[in-house]
């Protein structure tokens, strides 16, 4: 199975380093040194990683080949991608791969049906599920503990608990003023 593990940002310095966008939570063992990873587009690669380090909060990574800023800069948004084991699973209990959350089913706690994830956006403050309503519309639901009350691989389903107005069209609000001016 195919997992993407970062995307190649811009060049740093005239050696052929890259940094990366990394999107993997484990990349001291997807990006590690001596890692051969895929890419999309496929005719960048597959592109051997050389060396990593970290500077300033980004990942830096230089690949074997390549040894100048040009070369580093033809890498520009490419993805790269690892080969997983789709057997395998995160080391902490209440972490997922993507492959394992597509499809299930979204519910509430009382067992009303939202919709199934049909895709997973990762974006720089958290993860959104998008979720395909009966009806066909898309819910976008954010992937954080307040909201997701649980995953169940074996029953294939994620229990959530949205806060009014994230499913529905009608958000409901109550405040002392509303109170007043209904009195």
Known sequence: ME???ARIGRAHGIKGEVTVEVRTDEPEQRLAPGAVLRTEPASAGPLAIET???HSGRLLLRFA???DRTGAEALRNTLLIAD???AEVPEEPDEYYDHQLMDLDVVLEDGTEIGRITEISHLPSQD????ERPDG??????FVEEIVAGIDLEEQRCV???PPGLIDDRSETASARDAEDAS
């Open 3 to 5: 997992l993407v593990v």
């Open 52 to 54: 990593g380090r970290v």
């Open 65 to 67: 080949g390549v040894k």
């Open 84 to 86: 997983v084991d789709p």
């Open 128 to 131: 959104l599920f998008i979720v």
């Open 137 to 142: 519309s898309e819910v976008m639901i954010p």
């Open 160 to 162: 959530i608990t949205p």
